[in-house]
């Protein structure tokens, strides 16, 4: 056991001051996966920033038309705002996928966009792990790689990003707030986590010295056409194999504008706007749905016990813009589906 103190900050400054002191300290928010980290000795701070009594658990509507969503309001607080219910759903729909109701009322905002990678060998620290120790190897790319990455992985880790909450705010396109000891700025969410390049062991563009105060949601809630599709092993407390968060905006039979981000595919969730745009102005056909699919996917990569995810992305994201299309205003925000949708 690695002794580690505790301390409780009061306001943002605090917080961001005492994370700007200790390089080995870390925030604790929800505690549903550093404390699994520390457990696991993955994760070994000097010290615990509590933050849970922050003022950042707040959903507001923002002056430009879109929703201020604070860093310490709850997965399940945002899934059953009234207002992320009736505008953004997706968002809902990604969030209520993921997890257990239990974890859910813990995990955070915040903590949410910064869990780390679910890769075995992560968690094992009897392997090799660049993630974990950078330099030592990546034990994925020659072993058990179900899960692992088929886009935008590197020779020197092929691990994903778990997170389902991230893949609807991708296809969203939200902005991170964060404040640190420069100041405030804000971070679009498709900058916000990284590809593992040669440094897997950094997931994100946030500095040491800062912390995530709010995720920005634009006006644009794609309420009317839009699906989140997980595919996993069990049908619930699992996560996602590959999942697509597909959102359209129609124009009767045609689409006027479509974004598509996928997760369980790559370190991040996946978007490739030249992709998407092929569909912009097109009929919602299935013929159409597959050359995207195509397209997103040509560059995908397997290594062994993943290849079968190729495939797989390529149907969700055919049958992920089906969904989407085919609802026309249909989705009940009560149940999380159309009324055709299975439960
Ligand atoms: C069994 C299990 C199943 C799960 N299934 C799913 C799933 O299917 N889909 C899914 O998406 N997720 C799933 N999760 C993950 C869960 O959603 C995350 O653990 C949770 O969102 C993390 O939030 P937290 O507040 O508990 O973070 P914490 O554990 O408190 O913190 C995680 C990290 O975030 C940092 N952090 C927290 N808040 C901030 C902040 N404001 N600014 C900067 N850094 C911060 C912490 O320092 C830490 O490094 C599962 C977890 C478990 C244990
Ligand atoms: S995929 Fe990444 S996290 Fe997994 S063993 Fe390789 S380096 Fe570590």
């Avoid at 813990?106 to 792990?129: H, I, S, V």
């Avoid at 994903?160 to 969410?189: N, Q």
């Avoid at 479509?258 to 706007?273: E, F, N, S």
Wanted: net charge neutral; hydrophobic share 40%; proline share 3%.
């Amino acid at each position: 056991m690695k002794n580690f103190s505790y301390t409780r900050a009061g306001d943002v400054a605090t917080a961001v001051s005492e994370i700007a002191g200790d390089s080995a300290a870390k925030f604790i928010a929800g505690g549903t996966n550093l404390i699994d980290l520390m457990k696991e000795n993955v994760a070994r701070p000097s010290r615990l920033i509590d933050i849970t009594r922050l003022p950042l658990d707040k959903i507001e509507e923002t002056e430009d038309g879109g929703v201020r969503i604070g860093a310490l309001v709850t997965n399940t607080d945002v899934a059953y705002d009234e207002l992320i219910e009736k505008r953004y759903p997706l968002l809902s729909k990604s969030i209520l996928a993921g997890a257990s109701a239990q974890l859910r009322n813990m995990a955070t905002t915040g903590g949410n966009l910064m869990q780390r990678t679910r890769c075995y060998y992560f968690y094992d620290t009897a392997t090799p792990c660049n993630k974990r120790e950078p330099g030592t190897a990546c034990s994925a790319i020659n072993g058990f790689n179900r899960i692992h990455a088929i886009l935008g992985a590197s020779e020197h880790c092929i691990a994903t990003h778990p997170s389902d909450m991230c893949v609807a705010l991708a296809a969203l396109e939200a902005t991170v707030r964060v404040t640190g000891k420069d100041g405030d700025r804000a971070i679009p969410f498709a900058e916000f986590h990284r590809l593992p390049g040669d440094a897997p062991q950094t997931d994100t563009n946030l500095r040491a010295d800062e912390i995530i105060t709010a995720v920005d949601l634009p006006a644009k809630g794609f309420a009317d056409n839009h699906t989140y599709l997980k595919v996993r092993d069990r049908a619930s407390y699992a996560f996602a194999l590959v999942s697509v968060a597909a959102a359209l905006e129609m124009d009767g039979s045609a689409i006027k504008e479509a974004r598509l981000a996928l997760g369980g595919v790559a370190h991040k969730p996946w978007r490739d706007m030249e992709a998407e745009a092929m569909l912009n102005g097109k009929e919602a056909t299935k013929e159409n749905f597959q050359k995207v699919a195509e397209a997103i996917l040509s560059d995908a990569k397997g290594f062994g016990y993943n290849d079968f995810k190729i495939e797989l992305a390529k149907r969700a994201v055919v049958r992920a813009l089906r969904q989407a299309s085919e609802m026309g205003g249909k989705y009940d925000d009560k149940l999380h589906r159309t009324a055709d949708q299975p439960r």
